[in-house]
């Protein structure tokens, strides 16, 4: 019994995050009745409150699903190449552009670019940095990775809000490489001088 309740929760879940994902992308907008998310799930509007507790939580669900599903297996694989995991990213996010760029300048911003900080600073490993920046301190390599993660946010932030259509991913991967290539240049040499 407990094993198909489980089961239905999950699929009313996945439900409402793909309808979110939709409604949202369609009307440009997530200012969207509990009514109309709920409704297009097939679902009441008493289990979107009982599942997630309001419209905004449920949006960045949607959003860190939508980011966990389909984003995070290819840019996560640091064996793969850096400019194709930047690549990766930029398409995703050009192809979901009217979805994200609603979400970052509609009622849930704040709690959408917070959730995907966490997302991508998970990529971004200690070890990672130390390779490079050089052999840092850990509380310098949480900084950097905090400036890194939230500073390449910004950029695709603009990117999808402010970017003439069509979005050309080939553009932001290029941009992002190029500020990569420079933290490198910028890595102290064994002596202590920037190279």
């Known amino acids: 019994?407990?094993?198909?309740?489980?089961?239905?929760?999950?699929?009313s879940r996945a439900a409402l995050m793909a309808a979110a994902v939709r409604l949202v992308s369609e009307r440009g907008t997530t200012a969207l009745p509990i009514t109309d998310l709920a409704d297009a799930a097939d679902v009441s509007r008493q289990l979107v409150y009982l599942q997630f507790g309001d419209r905004?939580?449920?949006l960045v669900a949607a959003a860190a699903d939508l980011v966990e599903r389909e984003l995070m297996p290819e840019v996560g694989d640091n064996g793969a190449p850096?400019?194709?995991?930047?690549?990766?990213?930029?398409?995703?996010?050009?192809r979901h552009r009217s979805f994200y760029r609603a979400m970052l300048t509609g009622s849930c911003a704040f709690l959408m670019t917070r959730a995907l900080n966490r997302l991508f600073?998970?990529?971004?490993t200690m070890a990672g940095v130390r390779e490079l920046l050089g052999d840092l301190?850990?509380?310098?390599?949480?900084?950097?990775?905090?400036?890194?993660?939230?500073?390449?946010?910004?950029?695709?932030?603009?990117?999808l809000i402010d970017a003439d259509d069509p979005?050309?991913?080939e553009e932001l991967a290029d941009r992002l490489l190029r500020l990569s290539t420079v933290f490198v240049r910028s890595r102290p040499a064994p002596g202590g001088r920037p190279r």
Request: no cysteine.
């Open 82 to 94: 850096r400019r194709a995991r930047m690549l990766a990213m930029a398409r995703h996010f050009a």
């Open 1 to 11: 019994m407990q094993d198909r309740q489980d089961r239905r929760v999950l699929r």
């Open 56 to 58: 905004d939580a449920l």
């Open 167 to 169: 979005l050309d991913p």
């Open 137 to 159: 301190d850990d509380a310098t390599v949480g900084d950097f990775a905090t400036l890194i993660t939230g500073g390449t946010g910004a950029i695709v932030n603009d990117w």
């Open 121 to 124: 600073g998970s990529l971004i």
